[in-house]
């Protein structure tokens, strides 16, 4: 196998690079803070929702952004005003995002740009501000 080191440090790849550098030392770490926590399943359940209403926005003309930290909103008020105690509600946020994102990207034009984006990835896409974001 034949591989050209010189691509890593070429413009085109450089920021990508040293985002997805940072990005794969640093989400570990948080990672464990967050299991050490017992928080690992909230991230994970607002993440799901907040996936899902992003997706939904778009597919109502909201932006992206707006979609996402709404839906979270919503999961983090949902939790924090209910009755429930424990992680089970955490749970079923992420039941629910998954189901409810396969459900919105099946039945949407949607479906076709988020797979995708997911294929072709996104990070070549990277720039100064999520370099310096990470």
Known sequence: ??????????PLFRIPWAVGLIVAILLPLLGTLLRLR???LAALGLAHLAGFSALLGLAIGIPAVLGAVGGALIGASFKTL???????VYALMILFGWSA???????TPLGAVMGH????????????LHLLAA
């Open 117 to 128: 984006t997911l294929t072709e990835g996104q990070l070549y896409f990277a720039t100064w």
């Open 1 to 10: 196998m034949n591989f050209n080191w010189t691509l890593i440090f070429d």
């Open 101 to 107: 994102t396969l459900l919105v990207a099946a039945n």
């Open 38 to 40: 017992d928080e690992w």
């Open 82 to 88: 209910s009755q429930h105690k424990g992680n089970t």
